[in-house]
Structures are given as C-alpha cells and as structure tokens.
C-alpha cells in the first residue's frame, strides 16, 4: 500500500504487520529499554524534573543508556549504530515514551538532532559526527523555531553569511530541547536573505550563548533554552546539505519524528493506563475498589481502546515504512536514502499518527487524573506530572492543526500529481449514490464483514465530502481550514478504526476468536464510534459550503456511508474494563 | 417604382422554386408559421407516355420531396396539419402562381445559370413590388442581378438558412447593391419575428460570414492540429462544450456538414479572396482530398472522420480515422487535466479562463486556436460584415458556438490577448490595436440590462440592435438582483415586472427552484410589482423536478420527508396560479415533468416554438405528481358540457400521461392538452420569449388580474371511469403494450383521474386531487421497479422499460 492509499484501497488483514508478531530480539530490546526505564527514570522522576538543582541528571542518563546502544539502535552500523529494522525502531520509542522527561530528550536526540546529519550530512560529517552520537558521548539539539517563527518554519531570521571560510551566523532561536547541555546545534538560518539552509555549530564555538532554562508547563526535566549566535563562525564545511535546500532537511526529518512521537506517547498511553488502574483497584469508595464502578470501567476501557487503536496505527505504518526501506535499499539506495525516501512516501500517515497518539495520550492522562480524584491532583502522585507532561506533544514536531492540515493538503497535492487516483472512486461514489441498494440482507458470514463495509463506506463519505469540497473551492480549499480539519478528523477516524480491525482480524486468525474476544469488541467500539464522528464532521464539512439538495444529498450519501449496526458498547466496555482490572495493567 | 415601407409589407403566401432538401424544409417551415405555400420544382426527367397529362405524376418531383422532408427526423413541422398549407406545383404548368404571391423563393441548385433561367421566368409572372430572395451558401448575389428589371433588382435579396432551418436559427441576409433598404430591413424583422431566425446583415463576399469563419477554425484546426500531432479525439475533446462549442465539436460537425461541403467552401474561398492574408489556410490537406476521392463524405456516406461499426463479439462501437495510418481504430477517451478542471465549471466564461491558464497539450491547442481565429475575425471587418457583432451573432447561430470570437476575446482580455498575438506573431486588425489604444478594453459592455458594441466606423460604444427590446437575463447580471439563491435568480426586467430565472444542473427543479418561486411570488405581492415571468435563456427550460433528490430520499425510505417535498412543489405549483399577481411561464427546449406542471398552473404560458414539452412522468415509473394529474382532470371537467360523453375526454388526457407523450413543438402543446388556446400562446423567436412574456404579464396587469378563485367544483367520475380505465390497461398489458410495472403505474393514474373509488360521479376541490395525485406518487417511490427507472433515467437520460 502506498502513502495515502489507505484512502481508496482496503489493505488485507495478513499484509498488515501487528505487535503481536515482533519477533523475540524486538521483544528483548523492549525489556531491556523498559528495564532501564523502570529502574532508572521512574524512582528519579522528581529529581528530573528538578532540572536547575540537577542539571546532570539527563545528560548521565543519556550517557547511561548510550552504552545500552539504544541511541545507536537506528544509526547504520559503519557509523557506530545497531542498524536495527524500523519496527525494532518503534518498539525502542514505544517504551521510551514511558519516560517523560528524559524521552524528549531521547527523542531530541537521537531524531531531530541526529538525523540531519544522517540524512544530508556529508560523508566527512557523518564520519565526524555519528559515531559520538550514536554512544550519546555526543549530544544533539535542533534549532529551527524562533521568537518569530513557529509554525511558519521557513520565515527564521538567523542569518548566515559565508565571509572566506567561515560562515557566520546571526540570530535568536527558541524553545530548543536539549540545549543546555547539547555539544552539537542544527540550526537553521537565511542565506541572502531567503536562501534557507541548515548548518552544524559545535558547543563551545565563540558568540554561541544561551537563554536561562524555560520555566515550563510540563516535561520539566526536559532543557529547553534560547540560543543566541552573535558572529558565530563555524567552517564552511559546517553547511548541513545545500544552500537553500534547508527545508528538505527540516520538512524530512520531521516525518520520522512524528512517526516516532506517535509511538512514544502511545507507550505514554499504556504506562498510564497501568497506573490508573492499579490505583482503581486499590482506592476503596462505598465499600469497594473504586474499579467497581461502571463510570470507572467505562473510563478504563475507553483509554484501553484508544490505545489499542493507536498501537495497532502505529505498527501497521511502522511496517509499511520499514518495508519500502527494505525496498529502496534493493533497488541501490543508501539505508540513510532509504529511510528519508519511506518516511516521505508515509508522511501522510506519520503526521496523522503524530495527531492520533498526542491526543489520545491526552485523553488517557485526562482520564486518569479523573481515576486518581483528589490524589491526581497532588505532586505526590505521578498522575499530574503525566498530565502536564502529554500536553506538549500536540505542540511540537508541527502543532496538530498544522498536522492536520498536512495530511489532507499532501493527500490534495498527491492526487493532483496522479500519484493517488481520488477521482476515479470519487466518481463511482456518485454512481452507488443512485444505486438502489438490494434491501436483502448482507452475506455477513465472515467474521468482521460488516466492519470492513463500514469502513469502506466511511472513505466514501469521505471522499465525498472532499470531493465535494474541492470542487467547489479547487485551488482555495487550501485555505478553507475548517474543513480541511473535519476531513483531517474523518481521515484519521477511519484510518485508526481501520488499523484496528486489521491487526483483530489477524489476530483472530492467528490465535482464534476465543483468544481474541476482548481486541474484537475494541475494535468494534472504537469503529461504531468513530463513525458516528466521521458522520459529524462530515456534516459539519459539507454544511459549510453547500446549501439547498445539493446538501441535502450530500447529507444523505454521508449518513448512508457512516451508519453501522448499533452495538452494546456498555457491554463491551465492561468486558474490556473487567480484563484490565484483573490484569491490574493494560493487557492487550 | 415604389417599395413599401418594411413594416407595411404583409405576407400571406410564398412560392417556393425548387423542392431540393433546402426547399423542401423551407416550405415546411414557411407553413410553419402559418403562411400559403406552393412548392415548385421541374417536370420529372423520366415523365412516361401516358403520365403527361397526370398533374400528379408532372409533380411528382416536388411531392416526392415534400413527402421525404415530413418524414424526415427531426420533423421540419411543428404540428402535422401543417403540411396541409403546401400546395405543390412544377414551373412549366404553375408559373402563373407566381403573380399571387407576396414573396418568391428561389432554393433551386446551386448553379449561377439555372438560377438565372428561373429568375427569367419568373419575371415574367411576377408582380412589380413581390419580393425575391435566392437560397444560396455561395453564388454571388450581385451576379444574379444580370437581365433583371428594376423593380426585381430592388426587391431583391439573397438570404442564407441552414440546413435544418426549422432547427438551426440564422439566417444570413445579403442584399446587393440595388436591394432597396426598405426590402432589407423587411427580411431582416420579418426572418426574426415570423421565421425565429437570428438575422445577420452580410456583405456579399464567398461564403459570407458564419461560413467564412466557420471553416476558417476547421481549416486553423486541422493544421494546428497536425503541428501539435493530435488525434481527431484529442481536438475533438477540447473544440467541444469545454470550449463553448457545440457537442459535435470539430469533426463530428464536419460529418454531419458533409466533408465535400467544407472542402467546396474552403476552395471557394481560396479561389476567390485573393487577398485573405490567411489563404493558405484554406489549402485543402491531403487527407481531406483522400477522404472525399475515398467517398468518406461523412454522415451521408455513413463514415468521414468517424465511423459507426460493430467490434467481434457485435457490439456496437464508434471509430475514429487516424490520419496518420488513414485506417479507422476504436475511438478512444482522451484526457487533459486542463480539460478536467474546466470541465467542474458550469460557466463556459470560467471554463475560457482555466483553459486559457493551463498548460499542457489541449489547452496550448485552445489557446492557439482562439488566437488564430480572433485575429482572423478582426480581420475580416469591414469585408465581410460591417460590425463586430455580426459576426459573434453569425457563428453563435450558424456554428453552435456558445460565444463569439469577440465576446470570447472580451473574455480573455483584449488587450492580454493583443499582446500574446504580438508575441506569437498573429496579425489582428488595426482597428482593434487603435480601440485598445484609445483606451476601450472591450469589444462590448452591459449596463441597465442594454448591451452595447464597439461600432468600428463610430469609434464608440452603440446599443445592440435587439438588445432593447429583447431581453437578454445575461445582460442583467451585474445589475443587483432582486433576490437569489444557488439555484434561481430574481431579475428585475422593468417596468414592474420580474423574472425568475432557474440556474441548476439542467435547471431541475429542487428546493431552491421551489423557494425561488415562492419567494417571486411574495415579492411581487407585498412589494407592488406588477408580476412574474419565470423563464431562463438556458439550452432547455427544465428537465423536470430533481430525480437524484427523490430516489435517495426513496432509498434511505425516508417517506415522510418525501411527503412534504412533493406537498411543498404541489403547494408551489399552486401558487403559480393563486397569487394576486399574474404569473406568466416562458418554457422552451425541454420543458419536462415538473417543469410542463408549471407552465399547466400559471396564468399564462408564452412557450417558443421549440418547445418540447410533456409529462414524462410515466418514464419514471411515477405519475405527475406537482399538479400535472390533477390539473388534467380539471381541464376535462372544464372542457365538458352537460349532456356530453366525459369519458372519451378523460381517456384521452389519461393516455396523454400514460405514454409519457411529449409536444414536438409549442404549437403540438396545444394539440395534447398542455397549451390552452385560452391563455397561452406561441413565440417564434426564442430571443424575444422573456420579452414577450413580459408583455403578457403587462397586459394581464392592464386588463386588472385577479386572482382565481379556488376551485371545488370540478367534476370526477368515480367508479364509472375506473372500471372503463383497468378495463383498457388491461387490455394493454394482455397485448404486451404495457410491462407489469406500466400497468401498475396506470391502475394508480386511473385510481386519481377517477377521482378515486367514488360511487358516483362528484364534484370535488383541487386539494383533493392533489392528495390523491400525491398518494399515488408516494406508493410509486415504495416501488423497486419505479426506483430503477429513476436511476436508469438519471444514468442515461433515457427511460427503462421494465
Ligand atoms: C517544550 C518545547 C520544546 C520545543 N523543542 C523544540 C526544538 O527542540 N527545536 C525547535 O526548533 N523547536 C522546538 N519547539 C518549538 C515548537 O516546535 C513550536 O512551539 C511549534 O512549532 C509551534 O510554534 P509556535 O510556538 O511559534 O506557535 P504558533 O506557530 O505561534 O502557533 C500558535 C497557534 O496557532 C496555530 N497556527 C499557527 N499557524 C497556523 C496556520 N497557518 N493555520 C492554523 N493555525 C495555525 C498553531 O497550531 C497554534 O495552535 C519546542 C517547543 C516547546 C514548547
């Protein structure tokens, strides 16, 4: 399946790749980081976060889990790294986002502070550089935002000029993660005023100054700091890839690091969901563990689900990228080539599973604050500090809204390219409208029948909606961001609903229907209500810009294409709630 | 000598000299209108011993032609009877006719001799002041002049139809030198009043103006085309709609005109213009001599540029030369992004604009296209017509094209496009050059509903002949408009009165069309206009309510919703009628279902004579449900005296729905039952329809309208005509007239024009009907079988029977 595809084509259960087949070196690589995790983040939480009074502590643990070789794990082994495959790449940064704080900075690191490099580095830069990244020896930070330019990325003021051999640059970047300790800043800057360019500034190079510690919401522990350049001269070899290219540097490393903050904060999501419920279990209200209560299990199962979806998103994209890796390697590219080529073929589904996972680690840490009552409230407790610290991830790597805006927008730019046909079954949507359905019943023999219709349903009400939308607006639907949100939040929906019953239906196939009752009723629940929001916003899309019967119809052709036998879900979400409980942990 | 002042001219009869395809059709249509016609054409060459005395047999060339016309398709009559009125005759035994006629048409071949033999002849019949027109696509009317008297030179003219002309609207008129100006201004108001033409004043140059240009674009195309190396679907794809064009594009117009027509144009030019600076052009390609050497003429000899045949397995398909390999290859379905992306446009001023901004092959093709034939019309003034409009008015008519090339070029901008000709080398007019230096950006502008031209000889803007006293709802667009939604429009076209104009997909009639009449009709009420016209200058008045809107409402079982939609257009069609308002429809083209149930209501219909209008219901597996049934069943109860058999009359409207029958004319409307000769009447010209209803609404104003008083006494027979109607649909569906599904959907019809299963005959209100009417409908939506005829409908426009 190519990048978008998922849009027009129905993948098959057996071609998707779920957790439960990662093999036993991936699952050894998870213990070992969740080892490390549970031993040396979880007791020292608080002392991270007390960044000021320890400014050691992250860069020691960076160091410490350097010689575990899980910030090399990635990096092509002639650079000093592990090589590992992508999905093993996933797993690392799954139990990684078990680990606040010091995650951020993991992931600041070893993504958007390494990568460059990696990708656009030249080869005396790679040499120079990766193997000291790959041991955590050295540490990286990536300087793209500024004062005045956060999303809008390519509007930096940092100037660079070439004076001899030196480039100098001038300029104020902001909100830089790892800065305080970084020994290597990517940073990007101006060349001739709009020639936007990234450059390697080692630690220590004169007129290199930074800010104090950001005093912030959440991820305490986490350096954040402006960095000055005032003359900063660095040699002219310290040009990061081409002059004026800087945005393929920015714009590319970016699609990894949202695959991969997706998959950390879905592992956000499980640790949270342990905690939550370990603490249902225990708390006593009336006379009985508070997981007693139906509103309770109602909010366990909830969190479980999302997650469930989320994590069945993430590994079925994890496995899609890492085979166009293989792929690409076969066809002459090199690994660093060949990683930067498949997260760009994915960057639709990277930037929707950035979304995904930030907001449903939201919700899940909502949620268990709500759980924990008046202690989720209190510092004593790790609930709170969980909560503060999800709420960054909607912001960085592209807020959501850019994100969704993304999605669609390249999902657009793809069809208009030929890449992606959406007319083709845009038109035959118009023709099933007319058809008159046979009112018999559905041969619904195969388990999952009804769920896969609706879910090819649901991508004709979406693209429906879209290509009713672009229609209407052709080149200004661009600017139309309310909508693009609503066909973004249909996308997703169904994308994630999708994932779901892929992964269940392979796991049906693999262990039985018995085995896998609980993941069925998940992903039903998640799907029934997923439809009901794709209904929503796809009304809310079309209502903004049609009127009269063309609404109507439209309305109509939606509701058809979103409805879905209603189901017991309170049922189900007991079910699930009663697994988690007596598990004590998420099960799934 | 003296010559009557033009609008003191009367005709009530014409002659008509030779009976080819172009004389045959023009006595039609002469008839057509009401007029006296005799049709003469020579003795028969193979007149036999004993038939030389047989008047039939010594007519037999005209009457074989006629009879070959009226059979013809599309009919040349607008009601059978017409036909009637022809008298036919042949020029040895009939000249004298010729002395009581008021206007001698001369159609014979086109051949300058014979011409002129039979204007000898003619003058020796004729009477002074008879006017004399020549047929002819090509001859130079000046050289026909020779040998003539005075009197027949000043009361000469040549005039130009296409071929259909009951169909195809222009008329070019070409007086010569000696024309008396009172003779042109004749034809030119009498060919658009009477005939329904659009008339155009040409010049007498070789293949005066529609042709001129016409074939021009061809011949530009073609050697476009082979520059650029496209296929004949290629070019076909992009000179079609997408561009304004008609659907037959380039070379399925050049079929149906024939290839060894266009060739005999392009050498006439060729010959005889000298100095067209653009005469290589008009050099004919080789594989257009090979075609005609082969004798794919087109059409007439069943394959030119396209070819129907049938593939293997005997399936019907379309094929298309390739002029490269000269061999004939399954046609096939090009597509340009440019194209597709115009093509989301309903507005052919945007499509221009897309296409004129694209860039790959189709559109570059367009682009070049349009630069080659503006400058070449520019060009072409003064020598062939006198002002621009002429000629934008000769190719609209003449060639299908949406637009002219001046209006397209205003489109464009004169002056972008001045400096893209400059750039690619294309020569235009001085004058146009001058004009933009002067600082007039367009060729023409619109204000208050008056369009106004560039006149080149008086360097200023002049009113459009015609564009006062027609009027053109385009003209009205900038103007603030009344009121309007997305799918109807609420101009106010003076003095009181306003229209409504649909502007849906094939103006089907949804709720927008729905609100926008109601909305008319509040206006004029509460705000004192003095009524409505609803009336549109699209290609077709209405399709019909909007099908897509009931077969998913149908499918989703959503009834109720249903109910009140179909209560919501009875309520509306209603008001059409019972308003304080005269409400006036102007229908014309298509005028279908819904759209024919209106014109049924309002106070008045000014339909065009190229109206086809009709309940087509039946087709959709429905009955008329907006009133259509029930307003049958009134007018057999009005059209009924005591005493007199009802039941005839009920029958007959009953089959009038029941075999979905559509008028082929406005003046068939009337015969089936849908025109009232009480209220409604017929316009010949499709320019003046809104103008004229307009006039309508005034006088029904003058005259003091009032609204009608509801009806409760109309009289249905019950059971009595039930019995008769099952009886006949039975009938019917024995035989195998009628499908299962016809004969429910009859049995239903009957149940409402009966009045129900009423045990006696009973008088009864309109809203009883309605409900009845309605009831049956909303059954009929419950019907897979009616369900699949909607569907069938709306995928291809044809009915299903099943
Ligand atoms: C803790 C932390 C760590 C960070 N780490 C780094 C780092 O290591 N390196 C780095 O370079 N940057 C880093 N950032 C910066 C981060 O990437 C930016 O904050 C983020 O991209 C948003 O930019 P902004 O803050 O300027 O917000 P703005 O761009 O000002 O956005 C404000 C709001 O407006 C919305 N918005 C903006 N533009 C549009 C638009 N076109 N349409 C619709 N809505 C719009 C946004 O979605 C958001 O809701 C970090 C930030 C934080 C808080």
Redesign the pocket.
């Known amino acids: 399946m190519k990048g978008g595809e998922f849009i027009i084509k129905n993948q098959e259960a057996n071609d998707v790749f779920i957790p439960e087949e990662l093999n036993e070196e991936q699952v050894m690589f998870r213990s070992m980081t969740l080892d490390f995790i549970e031993s040396k983040i979880w007791p020292n939480v608080a002392k991270i976060d007390k960044q000021l009074e320890n400014p050691d502590m992250i860069p020691d643990l960076l160091n410490e889990i350097g010689q575990l070789g899980i910030l090399g794990a990635g990096l092509p082994e002639e650079y000093g790294g592990m090589g590992v495959n992508f999905n093993t790449e996933t797993v690392l940064s799954e139990e990684l986002g078990k680990s606040l704080s010091f995650g ?1 900075a993991v992931a ?1 690191h070893t993504g ?1 502070g390494t990568l460059p490099i990696l990708y656009f580095g030249t080869e005396e830069q790679k040499e120079k550089y990766l193997p000291g990244l790959s041991t955590g020896e050295l540490k990286a ?5 500024e004062p005045n ?5 390519l509007a930096a003021k940092t100037k660079a000029v070439l004076d001899g051999d030196e480039w100098v640059l001038n300029g104020q ?7 305080g300790f970084a020994d290597l800043y990517i940073v990007f800057a101006q060349v001739d005023g709009d020639k936007f360019t990234g450059f390697v500034v080692e630690r220590g190079t004169p007129g290199l100054t930074l800010g104090d510690e ?1 005093v ?1 919401l959440g ?1 305490k522990g ?1 350096s ?1 700091r402006q960095v000055f350049f005032e003359n900063v001269r660095i040699p002219k070899d310290n040009l990061l890839g081409e002059i004026g290219k800087g945005h393929r540097i920015a714009f590319n490393v970016l699609n990894i690091g949202r695959f991969k903050l997706g998959a950390m904060v879905m592992g956000g999501c499980k640790k949270a969901i342990e905690i939550a419920v370990q603490y249902a279990n225990e708390r006593h209200q009336f006379g009985q563990p508070i997981s007693n209560f139906g509103a309770i299990k109602h909010k366990l199962a909830e969190m479980a689900i999302r997650t469930y979806a989320t994590d069945s998103a993430t590994y079925r994209i994890a496995d899609l990228i890492s085979d166009k890796i293989e792929e690409l390697k076969a066809a002459g590219a090199t690994k660093a080539e060949a990683k930067l080529k498949a997260a760009e073929e994915y960057n639709i589904e990277c930037a929707i599973l950035k979304v995904l996972g930030s907001e449903s680690l939201d919700y899940v840490v909502d949620e268990a604050v709500q759980i924990f009552g008046g202690t989720g409230y209190s510092e004593e407790y790790p609930v709170a500090r969980m909560y503060r610290d999800s709420r ?1 991830n909607r ?8 994100n969704r ?1 993304l999605a669609v927008g390249q999902m657009m730019k793809k069809a208009m390219k030929g890449e992606l046909d959406l007319m083709t079954p845009a038109m035959k949507i118009q023709e099933e409208l007319m058809a008159i359905p046979d009112f018999g019943e559905d041969d619904d023999a195969d388990l999952f029948f009804a769920e896969k219709k609706a879910i090819g349903n649901a991508k004709k009400a979406i693209l429906l909606a879209a290509g009713a939308a672009a229609q209407k607006f052709m080149m200004e639907l661009e600017n139309q ?1 309310e909508i693009l949100m609503n066909l973004a939040d249909m996308a997703i929906d169904v994308f994630t609903a999708e994932s779901a019953i892929l992964r269940t239906e392979k796991m049906v196939g693999l262990k039985g229907e018995e085995a896998s009752k609980l993941q069925i009723l998940m992903a039903q629940t998640y799907l029934s209500d997923a439809l009901e929001r794709i209904h929503m916003a796809g009304k809310h899309a079309v209502a903004g810009f049609a009127e009269g019967d063309e609404l109507r119809m439209m309305l109509i052709g939606i509701r058809r294409f979103t409805k879905f036998d209603p189901m017991n879900t309170i049922a189900a979400r007991q079910a699930i709630a009663d697994q988690i409980i007596e598990s004590n942990k998420y099960p799934f | 000598m003296h010559v009557i002042e033009a609008d003191k001219r009367k005709i009530r009869s014409v002659a008509i000299l030779g009976s080819g395809v172009m004389g045959s059709q023009l006595a039609c249509h002469y008839a057509n209108i009401g007029l006296k016609v005799f049709l003469l054409d020579i003795l028969p060459f193979d007149l036999k011993e004993g038939e030389k005395e047989k008047i039939q047999a010594r007519n037999r060339v005209g009457n074989t032609a006629l009879k070959a016309a009226l059979k013809s398709n599309p009919s040349p009559v607008y009601t059978k009877d017409v036909a009637r009125r022809i008298t036919v005759g042949n020029m040895e035994d009939n000249m004298s006719w010729l002395s009581k006629v008021d206007w001698i048409i001369e159609a014979v071949v086109e051949n300058l001799g014979i011409k002129n033999e039979v204007f000898e002849k003619a003058e020796l019949h004729r009477k002074p002041g008879t006017l004399v027109t020549s047929n002819t696509s090509g001859i130079p009317i000046t050289m026909m002049l020779n040998g003539r008297s005075d009197d027949f030179q000043a009361h000469f003219c040549g005039t130009h139809f296409f071929n259909p002309p009951r169909y195809l609207p222009l008329l070019e008129i070409i007086p010569t030198e000696k024309t008396h100006p009172e003779v042109v201004n004749f034809l030119m108001h009498y060919g658009d009043l009477f005939l329904g033409k659009q008339t155009v004043l040409c010049k007498d140059t070789p293949a005066f103006i529609a042709n001129r240009i016409g074939v021009f674009s061809i011949m530009a195309i073609f050697h476009l085309m082979a520059e650029m190396d496209m296929t004949i679907e290629e070019v076909d794809a992009v000179t079609g709609p997408v561009s304004g064009r008609p659907k037959s594009a380039t070379f399925r117009t050049c079929d149906l005109v024939g290839i060894d027509t266009l060739v005999k144009v392009a050498n006439g030019v060729a010959q005889n213009c000298p100095n067209d600076e653009a005469r290589e052009l008009f050099t004919i390609p080789d594989f257009l001599d090979k075609m005609v050497e082969n004798k794919w003429l087109g059409d007439k000899t069943r394959q030119g540029f396209y070819k129907k045949s049938r593939d293997a397995s005997g399936k019907r398909v379309i094929e298309a030369l390739d002029l490269q390999t000269f061999e004939y290859k399954p046609k096939t379905k090009p597509r340009f992004e440019s194209i597709g992306t115009a093509r989301q446009s309903d507005v052919l001023k945007k499509r221009l604009k897309i296409l004129a901004k694209g860039s790959d092959k189709a559109a570059r093709f367009i682009q070049a296209l349009n630069l080659k034939v503006f400058a070449y019309a520019s060009n072409r003034i003064p020598e062939i017509a006198g002002q621009l409009y002429q000629i934008d008015e000769a190719m609209k008519a003449g060639f299908g094209w949406e637009l002219g090339p001046f209006e397209a070029w205003d489109v464009l901008g004169v002056s972008r496009i001045l400096e893209t000709m400059e750039a690619k080398g294309e020569k235009p007019a001085d004058w146009v050059v001058e004009m933009v230096e002067n600082g007039v950006e367009q060729f023409y502008k619109t204000e208050n509903g008056a369009r106004y031209y560039y006149n080149i000889t008086t360097k200023s803007y002049e009113v459009l002949p015609g564009s006062e006293e027609n009027i053109v709802l385009d003209n009205y667009r900038s103007n603030k408009l009344v009121w309007g939604n997305k799918g109807a429009s609420l101009h106010d076209i003076g003095d009181g009165v306003l229209c409504l104009e649909f502007h849906t997909k094939m103006n089907a009639i949804g709720s927008e069309i729905l609100l926008g009449i109601n909305k008319a009709i509040d206006v004029a009420e509460q705000d004192g206009w003095k009524g409505v016209v609803i009336g549109n200058d699209a290609a077709n008045f209405s399709a019909g309510a909007n099908l897509a809107m009931m077969l998913m409402l149908a499918i989703e079982q959503e009834y109720d919703e249903l109910n009140i939609a179909i209560n919501y257009f009875q309520k509306t069609v209603m008001r059409l009628r019972y308003s304080s308002v005269p409400v006036v429809m102007a229908p014309h083209g298509m005028t279908l279902g819904g759209g024919c149930e209106m014109s049924l209501h309002a106070d008045s219909t000014v339909a065009a004579a190229e109206t086809y209008i009709g309940l087509v219901e039946f087709g959709a597996g429905l009955i008329p449900g907006g009133g259509g049934t029930k307003e049958f069943v009134v007018r057999t109860s009005d059209g009924f005296y005591e005493g007199d058999p009802q039941l005839p009359s009920l029958q007959e409207r009953f089959t009038t729905i029941a075999t979905a029958k559509v008028a082929t004319s406005g003046f068939e409307a009337f015969e089936i039952g849908v025109l009232h000769e009480d209220k409604d009447e017929v316009v010949l010209n499709k320019k003046r329809l809104i103008s004229s209803a307009k006039e309508k609404v005034l006088e029904l104003d003058q005259e003091g309208y009032v609204m009608p008083v509801k009806r409760d006494d109309i009289l249905v027979l019950g059971r009595t005509a039930l019995g008769t109607l099952y009886a006949g649909i039975e009938a019917f569906g024995v035989s195998n007239f009628a499908t299962e599904h016809d004969q429910k959907i009859a049995r239903k019809l009957a149940f409402v024009m009966a009045g129900g299963d009423l045990s006696q005959p009973t008088r009864v209100s309109e809203q009883y009907l309605l409900d009845l009417e309605r009831e049956a409908f909303l059954s009929l939506l419950g019907e897979r079988k009616t369900l699949e005829r909607i569907q069938h409908i709306l995928k291809t426009g044809k009915p299903l029977r099943n």
């Open positions: 951020v600041a958007i930070s990536y300087c793209l935002t330019s956060g999303s809008d990325a970047k902001m909100w830089i993660t790892n800065a950001e912030k991820i986490s954040t960054i912001i960085f790597e592209g807020t959501n809204e850019i805006m961001q």
